[in-house]
Nanobody, 123 residues
Framework: VQLVESGGGSVQAGGSLKLSCVVS????????LGWFRQAPGKEREGVAATSFGGRSTIYAASVRGRFSVSQDSAKNTVYLQMNSLKPEDTAMYYCAAGCRVGDPPLDRRSYTSWGQGTQVTVS
């Protein structure tokens, strides 16, 4: 499966961005899809994930209430809406696919396929 992210950019604190990730194979849309981020010098961390075709979502505590994950199965696309952005949200953001039922959805080890990333900078 191939994953292609887009939508990153530079915004001021308090602003919003919406990231998109196109998934090349529809079958992966029925399982869990995750968003991760990695800042320079830090480990890649789970931000949000959606599973069961979007019926279930989970968020890291640091973004809960500000970020929202959704998917459009007709477009094979998963989204990450990011509101009230903070400088500490600055990172490269990646989408991921391939986790199985029962795998921790915010654990990077649960995923087998990754996109190339899109940079988000908040100043």
């Amino acid at each position: 499966v191939q994953l292609v992210e887009s939508g990153g950019g530079s915004v001021q604190a308090g602003g919003s961005l919406k990231l998109s990730c196109v998934v090349s194979e529809y079958a992966y849309m029925r399982h869990c899809l995750g968003w991760f981020r990695q800042a320079p010098g830090k480990e890649r961390e789970g931000v949000a994930a959606t599973s069961f075709g979007g019926r279930s979502t989970i968020y890291a505590a640091s973004v809960r209430g500000r970020f929202s994950v959704s998917q459009d199965s007709a477009k094979n696309t998963v989204y990450l809406q990011m509101n009230s952005l903070k400088p500490e949200d600055t990172a490269m953001y990646y989408c991921a696919a391939g986790c199985r039922v029962g795998d921790p959805p915010l654990d990077r080890r649960s995923y087998t396929s990754w996109g190339q990333g899109t940079q988000v900078t908040v100043s």
